[in-house]
């Protein structure tokens, strides 16, 4: 006589809904995500009034141009010299000259006379100067975000250099007080223009 047949039973599946749930959200809270890269940048005060009214006016000794184009290369002018291309390589020295302008030379930003926190007193620093950064709308991200770092590093460079002569300890393990000093002695003049179409260079 002849087996009948058994049945194999059958999964449960009400309540793989239930343990998909939970595997999702156990997924979500213990993965990490990953972070846009940026630059912590401190923003100016609003301007005043009188400010929006009559722009200031820069000299061209003042200012020095760094822009990128849709090619991702690199143009700096630098006052009334002619724009030429640079590597991002050789931005931060470029721009730590300019700033601080050691030589007094008369084609960098001109030095006055500044009345600065202690213990630096009465300085001859170039308050006046301008770095503007421009790029085109085709400029890529990663580019455009090395060129911004570098121009920053400059003035952390400049600092940091003054921050060990000075109080003889890197700029970060200073105190507020120096820390604050040291950003008047090189203050943060970078001008970042809206994101355009220019000619190809």
């Known amino acids: 006589m002849a087996k009948g047949k058994r049945k194999v039973p059958g999964l449960n599946g009400s309540s793989m809904a239930d343990i998909s749930f939970i595997m999702l959200i156990f997924f979500l809270v213990t993965t990490s995500m990953d972070t846009d890269r940026g630059l912590h940048v401190r923003l100016p005060n609003p301007p005043e009034e009188q400010e929006l009214q009559d ?21 700096v ?25 050691p030589e007094d030379k008369v084609d960098y930003p001109e030095k006055h006379a ?46 940091d250099e003054l921050a060990r002569k000075t109080f003889g300890r890197p700029f970060v393990q200073c105190t507020e007080d120096q820390q604050m000093a040291c950003r008047q002695y090189y203050k943060c003049m970078i001008s970042e223009a809206e994101p355009r179409t220019y000619n190809q260079h």
Not at 55 to 75: A, D, T
Not at 143 to 151: A, D
Request: net charge negative; no cysteine; hydrophobic share 35%.
């Open 55 to 75: 722009p200031p006016k820069i000299r061209k000794r003042n200012s020095l141009i760094v822009n990128v184009n849709m090619n991702n290369q690199i143009l």
């Open 77 to 101: 002018t630098q006052g009334e010299k002619q724009a030429v291309e640079v590597e991002i390589s050789e931005l931060r020295t470029i721009a730590k000259e300019f700033i601080a302008n």
């Open 114 to 159: 500044v009345e600065l926190p202690a213990p630096f007193g009465v300085q001859m620093v170039t308050d006046k100067h301008v770095i503007s950064l421009q790029t085109d709308r085709a400029t890529n991200y990663d580019t455009y975000f090395q060129v911004e770092n570098e121009l920053y590093g400059a003035y952390n460079e400049l600092r």
